[in-house]
């Protein structure tokens, strides 16, 4: 029996408490409690669980995407929703294909295919590379969302995500929106009270929403 078998066979056997002297030991078991060894041991696995779990690079994906995002910037969803089925189909796993599934999500949230929409953003919002993207898909789920807490939750996210003090001026002012909506007058002057804008980007939809809110019962 080899090694590796041998430490395998160590590994899968259940642990048995023993009180053996240090002479009685085995050259493989003096080796497989050595503490350091444990130490790499661990680290080794736990760094191929890693690895083997995060994005995969692929140039052909990479230039696949780019190719797509011409079509998907011009408006032409159709032909950009063949090719960004296909980069998932054909380079599952990569950065790419995670992309690709944010864009797709995108154009059917765009299209009021709510469950395709919620189903690719759930897959992709954590795996994206960009701020900007990660903010995005967490509006857009927070917008699908029925109940209000995780709707909240999710906002909070899209927040967590930017880099943009406006952004999060702004995702405020949605998150008092979805508080109108459920006709809840008290939070959602709490969250626009709580605004500064220092920015005018948003100052009319703010003053509609905060008109909006104090119409309320």
């Known amino acids: 029996m080899s090694l590796i078998d041998k430490m395998k066979e160590m590994i899968s056997r259940p642990i048995s408490v023993s009180y053996k002297e240090k002479k009685d030991y085995s050259k493989l078991e003096k080796i497989v409690l050595n503490p350091v060894f444990l130490f790499l041991l661990v680290t080794w696995v736990t760094w191929s669980a890693w690895d083997v779990s995060r994005p995969q690079t692929s140039p052909e994906a990479d230039a696949a995407l780019s190719n797509t ?44 295919d709510m469950d395709k929409a919620s189903v690719l953003l759930k897959e992709s919002v954590k795996k994206l590379d960009y701020p900007n993207l990660q903010t995005e898909a967490y509006i857009m789920l927070a917008q699908m969302e029925e109940d209000s807490k995780k709707a909240m939750n999710l906002f909070n996210s899209a927040q967590k995500a ?34 500064e804008l220092e920015n005018n980007a948003y100052k009319e939809i703010f003053e509609h929403t905060y008109g909006a809110a104090l119409g309320l019962n």
């Open 69 to 112: 995002m011409v079509y998907f910037e011009r408006g032409d969803f159709d032909n950009s929703e063949l090719q960004l089925s296909m980069i998932v189909e054909d380079y599952n796993g990569t950065k790419s294909a995670n992309h690709a599934k944010f864009y797709l999500g995108k154009i059917a949230f765009v299209n009021n």
């Open 162 to 195: 930017t880099i943009s003090q406006t952004e999060r001026d702004y995702i405020s002012i949605l998150k008092a929106k979805r508080m109108i909506n459920d006709n809840n007058k008290e939070k959602a002057l709490e969250i626009l009270d709580a605004i």
